[in-house]
């Protein structure tokens, strides 16, 4: 109860002073949201979208799963969370940038390279297994840290899978919508986007 109890303090200290400060900004929204960015994160508990990019409510249209992966375009057959959302802020809300963002120290990435999921699990086996191929590029290449050349590769495999969308294609090539890549270090703090020309990640300077 002790952590549930922290929790509902702090909602007490954002009534007092948080919502009080944007009183007009969350009248504002509301009525309705406009973001101009859509987050695909890992719902680990470190890597908070809203934190490292110092945003406030109404900026971002955030989805979080389980390392931040994007299925492949598929119609029928099961429920499609990630599908639906990824609809709705493309063809609903028309973000203009969709962010795939990977992160160190992953348990998803882990356990993908682990090979050890517990086959009692209902649904995490599966899921990981998006990854399959990423993770025997990875260990086909035998890099010297392959917990985070597999975050990066599953950065990509999402990119990949997110181009397979017909509504994210054809926005993507009129123009009107761009894809990113980004790797957020939870040790140091630093966050690094993928170049897709070259493959490679460079780290993004601290200086605007």
């Not at 894809?179 to 780290?203: C, N, R, S």
Request: aromatic fraction near 8%; charge should be negative.
């Amino acid at each position: 109860m002790q952590a549930y109890r922290a929790l509902l303090d702090g909602y007490r200290r954002f009534r007092s002073t948080g919502y009080p400060d944007q009183r007009r900004r969350w009248e504002a929204l509301a009525t309705g949201q406009e973001p101009p960015v859509m987050i695909i994160g890992c719902c680990d508990s470190r890597v908070d979208p809203a934190t490292i990019f110092d945003t406030l409510p109404g900026e971002m249209f955030v989805l979080r799963n389980v390392a931040n992966l994007v299925p492949p375009y598929e119609v029928g057959g099961g429920l499609h969370g990630v599908s639906a959302a990824l609809e709705f802020a493309v063809t609903a809300l028309n973000v203009k940038h969709v962010i795939v963002m990977g992160h160190g120290a992953c348990g998803g990435i882990a356990a993908s390279l682990a090979g050890d999921l517990d086959p009692e699990q209902s649904f995490i086996p599966g899921w990981i297994a998006m990854l399959d191929d990423a993770r025997e590029k990875v260990v086909a290449e035998a890099p010297e840290n392959p917990q985070r050349a597999l975050e990066l590769e599953g950065v990509k495999t999402s990119l990949a899978n997110l181009r397979t969308f017909p509504f994210v294609a054809e926005r993507e090539k009129a123009g009107s919508l761009m894809l990113h890549g980004l790797h957020f270090g939870v040790a140091d703090g630093k966050l690094w986007a993928l170049d897709e020309q070259t493959g490679e990640f460079d780290p993004v300077t601290e200086d605007a």
